[in-house]
């Protein structure tokens, strides 16, 4: 199963699932690649109907807030757009123009 690409504050370990400019730990400006379990939970989720600009032709599509193991929360797509729920397993496939693509576990 894929690791989740994080990227940590090389000063105080924070994690976080996005780009960042500065730690809002400690203020840090240095971060590091650091992959992570790439198993999560669905924490919210809502169907895509009218995309941006960058998605048109896509809708529908699902879009999820995910937890992951590792204790971060992003936003993710969701390959094949089950009906997920809540609480529902999720796992990390791949990272797509920006874009975290998860599929139901
Ligand atoms: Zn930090």
Redesign the pocket.
Known sequence: MPAFPATE?A??G?LYGFPVVA?R??G?ESFEAHDVDGSGTVYARTTIRVPGADHQGQEPFEVCVVDLAADIRITARILDNPGLSPGDSVQFVEARDGVFFFEAA
Do not use: L, Y
Request: aromatic fraction near 0%; charged fraction near 25%.
């Open positions: 504050c000063d105080c924070e730690c730990a400690c840090s």
